[in-house]
């Protein structure tokens, strides 16, 4: 299997701009999340999802962040307005089941914005 | 709510030395326990992780962890490190309660291995 898939690696951006981070999870897996990780805060959830479903978005930080998963294998993490401060990695993770279950990384999308 | 501690921020080491990464946890109740290693510009990736039974669990690459219940406790070790062990380590725990659908990280511990 080739693994989480995470679009694009880089991303550099301006303040105010929209964007879009994709991630395609392995086949088969049930579960999506979506983390961000910073220097300052360490790996944070932002939201996952369960057969497409969003469960837990208490992680969102605001409403400029949504994120959907319009099929199980394909899920959106858009930003709108960007602004400096969103400035991080975003990883997308996937698991056959729930915890304890393993999740797998993808990549992540290093994010930019100046 | 839960928390997990790595109280080794940067631990530098030279080559055949031993390691061991402090975690620490905060959930009382029966608990799974995971490690991860982020080597530099890739994505994390499971080291280890317990479930329940022998306390004592082994994962790739010659690590192993701890399960010391009355500590909680989970600490990482391994006899003697390689350069190529030159990484981020992140304790996790699942989130108990609310929707305990995710993981909860410690800040993480980076790891340097010196030649």
């Known amino acids: 299997d080739a693994g989480v898939i995470q679009s694009p690696r880089h991303e550099v951006t301006e303040m105010g701009q929209e964007v879009t981070l994709r991630c395609k999870p392995i086949?088969?897996?049930?579960?999506l999340f979506w983390y961000r990780q910073t220097m300052m805060r360490g790996l944070e959830l932002l939201i996952y999802?369960?057969?497409?479903?969003?469960?837990?978005d208490s992680g969102m930080p605001e409403d400029r962040f949504s994120a959907k998963m319009p099929n199980a294998s394909f899920s959106t993490l858009k930003i709108q307005p960007s602004e400096p401060r969103d400035s991080a990695v975003y990883f997308c993770?996937?698991?056959?089941?729930?915890?304890?279950?393993?999740?797998?990384f993808g990549p992540g999308t290093r994010l930019l914005v100046l | 709510a839960q928390s997990v501690s790595q109280h080794n921020h940067h631990v530098i080491l030279s080559e055949a030395a031993s390691l061991e990464l402090g975690c620490n946890y905060s959930?009382?109740?029966?608990?799974?326990l995971f490690w991860y290693v982020q080597y530099p510009g890739q994505h994390l990736q499971l080291l280890l992780k317990?479930?329940?039974?022998?306390?004592l669990v082994k994962g790739i690459k010659g690590f192993e962890a701890e399960f010391i219940k009355s500590k909680f406790s989970f600490n990482l070790r391994k006899p003697s490190v390689q350069w190529s062990d030159t990484a981020e380590y992140f304790c996790?725990?699942?989130?108990?309660?609310?929707?305990?659908?995710?993981?909860?990280f410690g800040k993480g511990t980076k790891l340097s291995v010196k030649p």
């Open positions: 993770a996937s698991s056959l089941a729930a915890l304890p279950e393993t999740q797998y």
């Open positions: 086949s088969g897996h049930d579960y």
């Open positions: 999802f369960n057969n497409n479903v969003p469960i837990d």
């Open positions: 959930y009382g109740g029966t608990v799974n």
């Open positions: 317990y479930f329940s039974g022998d306390p």
């Open positions: 996790a725990v699942p989130h108990y309660g609310g929707s305990q659908g995710n993981l909860i």
